[in-house]
């Protein structure tokens, strides 16, 4: 039997087949420009990738064309959709209201709808690809698993905004995201270093396209940089980072008069290493052309590490000490030179990359620091699906392999 994990987004649904009772990954795939013309969908069997064109002009159709993919008869993975018993869903945002991840009923809908105003580019599209799972797959149950539950652990020091108190009322707080990866790369790293994950003071350096670092102290998130929205914090591939709100008031107000929506555009969309760099929201083009001389990207680069690297200390600092570094996601996994320029003068933390080893790792799990130094530096490549698939196997009673292995 297995169990399919969906990523629904915005113009893409990403998805992972897996054997409930190995968890062997038994297809994957996604189809990207929902709605959009040209639209395709990509997929993987024993190794074998294939693109095609599909017509999908709406999740519903896009997930039509992902199970005819998986029931193909020369490339699928599926005799019969039968053979699916159960369906794992991330999902951005619970709020405060749901703190773990849920079997999928009508009251879990309601949540997520209800929260569809945090995020607004995430939420509603996570609830398409369960409302369309439900179509196609009406006798499995569904598990919705959120980004924000992890971080329901934060005390109210950190999670509070300095706002009149009746701000916290209408929901306006630091929630975090990424808490799915954060999950699995706190326990992998432990296990790496062989130790009790709730022995350990870690910061977790999440370093994609979006961009977050948390402070995880006995196995439990303590403070972290992105806060009501994901707009909050590091600078990011689109996205401003920590940005004064008189900026954001000026925007509005002053010369450039942007209407609230301009604004968000702005900020989102036009911000982060492409604003910084006027190059390209990449890493990879950044850090390229910063070593051919160009001065922006240079300056967005070492603003980027920078802006890391001061969240590294300061949560060092509110944990009373580091035992251990972890990066993570598309940057941090394959980008020595990002990494290198985060840990550069950390030493007073016990944190000294080995130059040569933080050179050769590139989306390799392993230590990158000096044998010799004080505080471990790990790289752990990330695996959200992986925390999907056992929360909906315990939640379901599925193959019972998630309440034995590590999260």
């Given at each position: ?103 999928v009923d009508d009251a879990a809908i309601g949540v997520i709808e209800d929260h569809n105003w945090l995020a607004p580019l995430h939420n509603p599209f996570n609830l398409m690809g369960i409302l ?44 975090g995201f990424h808490g799915i990866s954060f999950r699995y790369v706190s326990q992998r790293a432990a296990e790496i270093l062989g130790t009790n994950l709730e022995a350990l003071r870690m910061v ?9 670092v948390t402070a995880i102290k006995n196995g439990r998130s303590v403070d972290t940089s992105m806060g009501m929205s994901p707009l909050e914090g590091l600078i990011m591939g689109t996205r401003c ?167």
């Open positions: 039997m297995s169990v399919l994990v969906i990523n629904s987004g915005s113009s893409s649904i990403k998805f992972r087949l897996y054997d409930s009772h190995t968890e062997e990954e038994l297809a994957s795939g996604a189809v990207f420009r929902i709605g959009e013309g040209g639209s395709y969908l990509e997929y993987c069997r024993h190794g074998d990738n294939h693109i095609c064109d599909v017509e999908t002009p709406d999740h519903a159709a896009a997930l039509d064309r992902v199970v005819q993919v998986l029931l193909d008869k020369k490339q699928g993975a599926l005799a019969s959709l039968a053979e699916i018993e159960a369906v794992g869903h991330r999902v951005v945002h619970g709020g405060s209201v749901i703190t773990e991840s849920v079997l369309e799972c439900r179509r196609l797959l009406p006798d499995a149950p569904q598990v919705a698993v959120f980004d924000t539950s992890f971080h329901q652990t934060l005390p109210p020091r950190a999670y509070r905004y300095t706002l009149p108190d009746y701000y916290e009322r209408y929901g306006v707080r630091r929630y977790a350096c999440h370093l994609g396209n979006g961009v977050s980072g920590d940005t004064d709100p008189g900026v954001v008031l000026f925007m509005m107000s002053g010369p450039p008069n942007l209407s609230p929506q301009e604004a968000t555009d702005v900020l989102y969309h036009e911000s982060g290493l492409l604003g910084l760099s006027g190059v390209s929201k990449d890493v990879r083009d950044v850090v390229e052309r910063a070593g051919e001389g160009d001065e922006r990207c240079q300056l967005a680069i070492e603003t980027y590490a920078y802006r890391i690297k001061k969240y590294v200390a300061a949560y060092a600092g509110a944990m009373g000490g580091i035992d251990v570094l972890v990066f993570t996601a598309g940057v941090g996994e394959n980008s020595a030179e990002v990494r290198a320029a985060v840990c550069d003068g950390l030493g007073f933390l016990g944190i000294e990359l080995d130059c040569q080893i933080n050179e050769a790792t590139h989306g390799s799990a392993g230590s990158i620091g000096l044998s010799t130094a004080e505080t471990p530096v790990l790289v752990v490549p990330t695996n959200e699906e992986i925390v999907i698939l056992r929360d909906t196997l315990v939640l379901t009673g599925g193959a019972g392999i998630g309440s034995a292995r590590p999260e």
